[in-house]
């Protein structure tokens, strides 16, 4: 884990889920995943929105030409632990597969957090969509 990651993790547990500097007013999750092949425990902050009373996570990694190895966990172990707030809860990682249902929900996305589309337009790879499902 980077310390930069440490420091927002850190940040959010000490303040009930708040972040300052570039997180100022973000809506963040942090995952703590199960590594795909170390299987060590990962934890990291990512930036979450809504569609109704569902949680998204999308893996842009910031427009980099590789998924984030947090998605490459997801999808070898999709249980993992979520945090929102000071709420901790066990979830399932769903990747959204209709292509449609996708491209409404990062358009989405994109409407909220506008920096979604600058990293959609960095990179030719299709940036998934994962629901954060409650078990």
């Not at 930069?4 to 959010?12: A, K, M, P, R, S």
């Not at 708040?18 to 930036?47: C, H, M, Q, W």
């Not at 491209?103 to 629901?131: C, N, W």
């Amino acid at each position: 884990m980077t310390d930069f990651n440490t420091q927002v993790i850190e940040e959010f547990r000490a303040n009930g889920g708040k972040v300052g500097g570039n997180f100022t007013g973000a809506d963040l999750i942090l995952l703590t995943t199960t590594g795909a092949k170390s299987g060590a425990e990962r934890t990291n902050p990512v930036v979450y929105f809504k569609d109704g009373e569902r949680v998204y996570v999308i893996a842009s990694a910031a427009g980099a030409d590789k998924h984030p190895a947090w998605y490459h966990n997801l999808k070898a172990h999709p249980e993992f632990t979520a945090e929102i707030g000071t709420e901790k809860y066990r979830a399932r990682a769903v990747e959204v597969a209709d292509e449609s249902e996708r491209a409404r929900l990062y358009a989405q996305a994109v409407a909220q957090m506008p920096g979604f589309g600058d990293y959609e337009r960095k990179t030719s790879r299709v940036i998934p969509v994962l629901h954060v499902n409650r078990v």
